[in-house]
């Protein structure tokens, strides 16, 4: 729609932009913004309106701000990952997706903060500070919180957002841009997005180029998509997927990008329910609005079954060797060096290398950094190691065989319960959060599989719900159809939040949800 | 199971993290302790998998062509120690 205003001139790219920036300004609260490209943006609008006068925009994205997760790559544009490593980094390259955005006339706002090198399932373990989800802000949530005896601190039941990815689902969410990247290996675009109310869209491994994506687990690692609408993700999509000859694990097949038919009849169609994803530990509401979910589809003509995939259990244990192993490997670059903080100690190469990773990493980093060495000592290798790569291929065939047997979309809840406070989540460590947090988006990314998290509806607190499709391999135009339409039959509301209401703009206005395409 | 001092330092070498506390010994533990439910998955006759792409060989090599290069200035630049056009590190 935003698009549509651009096209027919009312509104410009700058005004957009402005809007935007401004709108990060007073939403500063939110910390979820590491970097703001100010003026780079700007003349990145100001070539897209001329571009727009000439009657010459490069597509639906031009001139539409986004925001990007700060372990993407963005030339000029330091990138931080949100750690202490890469503290003053300014990226000598765009990452191949950062690319493509700007090659569509997108215009960059900034990067966005995450949880220290993407590990993490709340976005609070960053050197920046935690991220805030907007929902703590919104009249929904504020009208079921409880008011305290003593005076009310608004300040201090906020909610987590969920992570790695919360920065981009947070700028998303409080309308600071149009779409955002963030990356998933575990769960980190689509728990974000569940808990902010927002699209999380998870592509296939091998659809979109991991060029310039800083890597934790080179074999699950995906860029994410996140979007007000799935429309928009689509958009995005279309323009993002492809062959990159500059990363070579991705598909060499040609991509079309596709638009999304508006799905009326779903008869023909088949939704899996896994009875493993019941998992303890679910919230009753969550239990409730799957159940709710599978009825929609089932009223509406689709098949819907019972399925099983049978090793879920072990994905979380699996993910657990597999990735402090990939990451052992992936960290072992940070060394002071090339770029990136240095330690001041002089002793020898060793000793600097050792401090500069001691002062760069947190805990989380390197607790993972040790763990993964230790299961790919020599001793420990087939044990750990190739065992778990063993296991993996039994979680990727127990999805083969349900997709086998005539499923063509799962349904899943996303996350265990809505956002939980801050003061609550701390209070487990990041390990354990992320084991618990992972358990239902964790497997697509073990066996490389599409699945987009769809906000559903408010939980009783008055904050978001998400419910996950999993798709097959590289049939994302059929996952985001069976998306879009249950999207539409859901209507989750639009987010009330006041910051927004005072920047009283006619594009924002009237609309059921601002989107841009 | 414990992880033994020999194999902590062991550790240390290729992590080149130092983790000699308490809290690091213990997470590591802890750590090795969950890796150990794989345990009870039975994977007789399972290849292990290196990649979900396996099936479509998209693992290729290209050309030895010189497709881009000469970046040597904007590589330099973030280093914080250099010479000329070398890395430096502290000797020993």
């Known amino acids: 729609?935003?698009?549509?205003?651009?096209?027919?001139?009312?509104?410009?790219?700058?005004?957009?932009?402005?809007?935007?920036?401004?709108?990060?300004?007073?939403?500063?609260?939110?910390?979820?913004?590491?970097?703001?490209?100010?003026?780079?943006?700007?003349?990145?609008?100001?070539?897209?309106?001329?571009?727009?006068?000439?009657?010459?925009?490069?597509?639906?994205?031009?001139?539409?701000?986004?925001?990007?997760?700060?372990?993407?790559?963005?030339?000029?544009?330091?990138?931080?990952?949100?750690?202490?490593?890469?503290?003053?980094?300014?990226?000598?390259?765009?990452?191949?997706?950062?690319?493509?955005?700007?090659?569509?006339?997108?215009?960059?706002?900034?990067?966005?903060?995450?949880?220290?090198?993407?590990?993490?399932?709340?976005?609070?373990?960053?050197?920046?500070?935690?991220?805030?989800?907007?929902?703590?802000?919104?009249?929904?949530?504020?009208?079921?919180?409880?008011?305290?005896?003593?005076?009310?601190?608004?300040?201090?039941?906020?909610?987590?957002?969920?992570g790695s990815s919360g920065g981009s689902a947070a700028a998303v969410s409080s309308f600071t841009c149009f779409a955002a990247l963030g990356s998933d290996t575990g769960g980190s675009t689509r728990n974000p997005a569940a808990h902010c109310g927002v699209v999380g869209l998870k592509p296939t491994y091998g659809l979109m180029s991991r060029h310039g994506l800083i890597?934790?687990?080179?074999?699950?690692?995906?860029?994410?998509?996140?979007?007000?609408?799935?429309?928009?993700?689509?958009?995005?999509?279309?323009?993002?997927?492809?062959?990159?000859?500059?990363?070579?694990?991705?598909?060499?097949?040609?991509?079309?990008?596709?638009?999304?038919?508006?799905?009326?009849?779903?008869?023909?169609?088949?939704?899996?329910?896994?009875?493993?994803?019941?998992v303890p530990g679910m919230s009753s509401e969550i239990l409730a609005l799957w159940s709710k979910a599978a009825d929609l589809f089932q009223s509406a003509g689709a098949k819907v079954v019972e399925v099983s995939l049978p090793h879920t259990r072990y994905s979380i244990v699996c993910y657990h060797v597999l990735c402090t192993a990939e990451v052992a490997s992936n960290m072992a670059r940070f060394d002071g060096l090339e770029y990136g903080h240095r330690s001041d100690t002089n002793e020898s190469t060793e000793s600097m290398y050792a401090a500069t990773r001691r002062e760069g990493f947190n805990d989380v980093v390197r607790g993972r950094i040790l763990s993964g060495n230790y299961f790919l000592l020599k001793q420990n290798y087939e044990k750990y190691?190739?065992?778990?790569?063993?296991?993996?291929?039994?979680?990727?065939?127990?999805?083969?065989?349900?997709?086998?047997?005539?499923?063509?979309?799962?349904?899943?809840?996303?996350?265990?319960?809505?956002?939980?406070?801050?003061?609550?989540?701390?209070?487990?460590?990041?390990?354990?959060?992320?084991a618990q947090d992972d358990i239902l988006t964790q497997a697509a990314n073990m066996a490389g599989l599409p699945a987009i998290s769809v906000p559903t509806a408010l939980s009783e607190r008055g904050l978001p719900v998400g419910l996950q499709f999993i798709g097959r391999s590289f049939q994302e135009q059929q996952l985001l159809t069976v998306a879009k339409w249950f999207e539409k039959q859901v209507q989750f509301p639009m987010i009330q939040l006041e910051e927004v209401k005072r920047h009283d703009h006619d594009v924002f206005q009237d609309q059921k949800s601002t989107s841009f395409s | 199971?414990?992880?033994?001092?020999?194999?902590?330092?062991?550790?240390?070498?290729?992590?080149?993290?130092?983790?000699?506390?308490?809290?690091?010994?213990?997470?590591?533990?802890?750590?090795?302790?969950?890796?150990?439910?794989?345990?009870?998955?039975?994977?007789?006759?399972?290849?292990?998998?290196?990649?979900?792409?396996?099936?479509?060989?998209?693992?290729?090599?290209?050309e030895d062509d010189v497709t881009e290069g000469n970046y040597t200035k904007e590589l330099l630049e973030n280093a914080r120690e250099k010479v000329e056009e070398y890395f430096v590190a502290p000797p020993g």
């Open chain 2, 1 to 62: 199971q414990n992880v033994s001092l020999e194999v902590l330092d062991h550790l240390e070498h290729p992590a080149l993290v130092d983790f000699r506390d308490l809290e690091g010994v213990e997470q590591l533990q802890k750590a090795i302790q969950f890796a150990d439910q794989l345990h009870e998955v039975n994977t007789d006759g399972v290849e292990p998998i290196d990649s979900v792409l396996e099936d479509r060989w998209c693992l290729y090599l290209r």
């Open chain 1, 385 to 434: 190691f190739i065992k778990a790569q063993k296991v993996r291929r039994l979680i990727a065939n127990d999805f083969v065989k349900v997709f086998r047997s005539g499923v063509d979309v799962l349904l899943t809840p996303t996350t265990l319960s809505d956002a939980a406070p801050y003061v609550e989540f701390i209070k487990e460590d990041n390990r354990t959060r992320s």
């Open chain 1, 215 to 278: 890597p934790l687990v080179n074999s699950m690692d995906v860029p994410g998509i996140l979007t007000r609408c799935v429309d928009d993700a689509a958009v995005v999509l279309g323009s993002l997927a492809g062959h990159d000859p500059k990363d070579s694990t991705t598909i060499q097949d040609n991509f079309k990008p596709f638009e999304l038919p508006d799905l009326t009849d779903v008869s023909k169609l088949s939704i899996g329910i896994p009875q493993e994803y019941h």
């Open chain 1, 1 to 162: 729609q935003v698009s549509v205003a651009l096209k027919e001139g009312r509104v410009t790219p700058t005004e957009l932009c402005q809007r935007c920036l401004s709108l990060i300004k007073s939403t500063k609260f939110l910390n979820a913004y590491v970097t703001i490209a100010e003026e780079s943006a700007l003349k990145q609008a100001e070539a897209s309106e001329e571009r727009y006068k000439r009657g010459q925009p490069l597509g639906v994205l031009d001139g539409i701000p986004i925001a990007v997760k700060d372990n993407f790559n963005t030339a000029g544009i330091e990138t931080t990952c949100a750690s202490n490593m890469l503290r003053g980094y300014i990226s000598p390259y765009n990452a191949t997706v950062v690319q493509k955005l700007l090659d569509q006339g997108a215009v960059l706002l900034g990067k966005t903060n995450l949880d220290e090198f993407a590990m993490g399932s709340g976005s609070t373990d960053g050197v920046f500070g935690p991220v805030r989800n907007p929902w703590s802000y919104s009249r929904q949530y504020k009208e079921k919180s409880v008011p305290k005896s003593h005076s009310e601190d608004k300040e201090s039941n906020w909610v987590i957002t969920g």
